[in-house]
């Protein structure tokens, strides 16, 4: 029998391997390696299973998985077999990469937020998990994973956070795994935004995103759709997705109802300034369906998460001295529609938020027009502002009266 001080003090005396053993058919291989092994008959046949290496695995362990493969001979299992059998399983276990593809062919491609949670997967956790295979992620990868998100951006933590529950939900399902290991973990608490840009911040952004401006490295489209969020009010995503076809004769932008969070269509008329900028992005779109192409493949839209990147990366550039994200634009055009005295359900309907409570069922009223008064009052009171010409129109702002 073996001991574990022969074995620590054992050295080949050529570069032959030799065999050296212990009991019941328990051995070990020496030579660059040294490599546990067990010699068993099965069925009147010879065979003979690696069993791992020395000292990773002790002797005390490779007698114990010895005694375990031996107990499986008892059983009328083959422990060789057992053995390949549960190798070749793991090699066709699914690995990250592989369940998201899954996921998204089953169900996110059918679903309006389904290019988001594949975007935040891909991004946010493929580098560090994507070869991995699903059943080996646990819940304290997950915890530490989320931590360190929650670092530089908490609530793209729990943006990732959410893409993971339906993702390991959906594994489950398939009876990939057993459980979730996303349960019990939290979703940190959010704080809602409250970010307006003053006058000269508006200022400050309208010039960094001049096209001649070569100091702010912002892809040129990127910074027009900026532009065109702050004048119009509409969403990151919904300015990023806009197509040539969705703007009319009358310069109305009609945004498609999968394309709007709400799920109802929505239409956005669009002043002299918002065409002006339009009319530029056609000269960097080239053939594409969309207005604001990405930079890498012209049938492709730009992403809003571009549009974060971007301001992240060069608000302090441009002469902010507080952070402000692409949304926020929006939100300074709702907060400057009320300063400029446009009633609450007019500045409502033109961010495209649905009517509340009875309202949403008796009024059915467009507010087409009210929304282009609305946004050409905002037109002149930007120009003002950026100190731009109102080209014919009046540099007086007529306000609207608010209803009593």
């Known amino acids: 029998?073996?001991?574990?001080?022969?074995?620590?003090?054992?050295?080949?005396?050529?570069?032959?391997?030799?065999?050296?053993?212990?009991?019941n058919g328990l051995g070990i291989r020496i030579g660059k390696k040294k490599k546990w092994f067990l010699k068993y008959n099965?069925?009147?046949?010879?065979?003979?299973?690696?069993?791992?290496?020395?000292?990773?695995?002790?002797?005390?362990?490779a007698r114990q998985k010895a005694s375990e493969a031996i107990l499986e001979m008892q059983r009328g299992v083959d422990p060789g077999a057992a053995k390949q059998e549960a190798r070749n399983a793991y090699k066709a276990a699914p690995t990250f990469i592989d369940i998201i593809q899954e996921l998204w062919e089953r169900e996110l491609q059918h679903k309006r937020s389904g290019k988001g949670t594949?975007?935040?997967?891909?991004?946010?956790?493929?580098?560090?998990?994507?070869?991995?295979?699903?059943?080996?992620?646990?819940?304290?990868?997950?915890?530490?994973?989320?931590?360190?998100?929650?670092?530089r951006a908490p609530i793209t933590r729990n943006r990732v956070h959410g893409a993971l529950s339906r993702l390991f939900n959906f594994a489950a399902e398939r009876g990939i795994i057993d459980d979730s290991p996303c349960t019990r973990i939290r979703k940190l608490p959010e704080k809602g935004r409250s970010r307006v840009l003053n006058n000269?911040?508006?200022k400050l952004f309208w010039d960094a995103l001049d096209l001649d401006n070569i100091e702010i490295d912002i892809y040129r489209l990127s910074k027009l759709a900026l532009k065109l969020i702050l004048l119009t009010g509409q969403r990151p995503g919904e300015v990023t997705g806009m197509r040539w076809e969705e703007i009319d004769e009358d310069n109305i932008w009609n945004i498609p109802a999968?394309?709007?969070?709400?799920?109802?269509?929505?239409?956005?008329?669009?002043?002299?300034?918002?065409?002006?900028?339009?009319?530029?992005?056609?000269?960097?779109?080239?053939?594409?369906?969309f207005v604001f192409r990405s930079s890498y493949k012209e049938d492709t839209p730009m992403t809003a998460h571009a549009l974060s990147r971007a301001v992240t990366r060069h608000w302090q550039e441009m002469g902010f001295e507080e952070k402000f994200t692409p949304h926020d634009l929006r939100r300074t055009l709702r907060t400057r529609l009320a300063e400029i005295c446009v009633?609450?359900?007019?500045?409502?309907?033109?961010?495209?938020?649905?009517?509340?409570?009875?309202?949403?069922?008796?009024?059915?009223?467009?507010?087409?027009?009210?929304?282009?008064?609305?946004?050409?009052?905002?037109?002149?009171?930007?120009?003002?502002?950026?100190?731009?010409?109102?080209?014919?129109?009046?540099?007086?702002?007529i306000l609207f009266q608010r209803a009593n």
């Open 1 to 23: 029998m073996l001991t574990e001080l022969q074995l620590q003090r054992f050295t080949p005396r050529s570069s032959k391997r030799i065999e050296l053993w212990d009991k």
């Open 200 to 202: 000269e911040e508006i």
């Open 343 to 397: 009633d609450d359900i007019i500045g409502e309907r033109v961010l495209g938020h649905k009517l509340q409570g009875i309202m949403a069922v008796y009024n059915r009223h467009s507010y087409d027009n009210e929304k282009r008064q609305a946004l050409g009052k905002w037109d002149l009171r930007l120009r003002q502002i950026v100190g731009i010409e109102s080209e014919g129109q009046t540099a007086k702002i």
């Open 42 to 61: 099965f069925e009147g046949v010879a065979k003979r299973i690696t069993l791992g290496e020395y000292p990773a695995i002790s002797l005390v362990e």
């Open 258 to 289: 999968e394309r709007m969070k709400g799920q109802e269509p929505h239409t956005v008329p669009l002043t002299g300034l918002a065409m002006d900028i339009i009319e530029q992005a056609r000269q960097y779109s080239s053939d594409s369906p």
């Open 118 to 151: 594949r975007g935040l997967l891909e991004r946010d956790v493929v580098p560090a998990w994507g070869k991995r295979k699903v059943a080996e992620v646990k819940r304290r990868d997950i915890v530490l994973l989320l931590d360190k998100i929650a670092e």
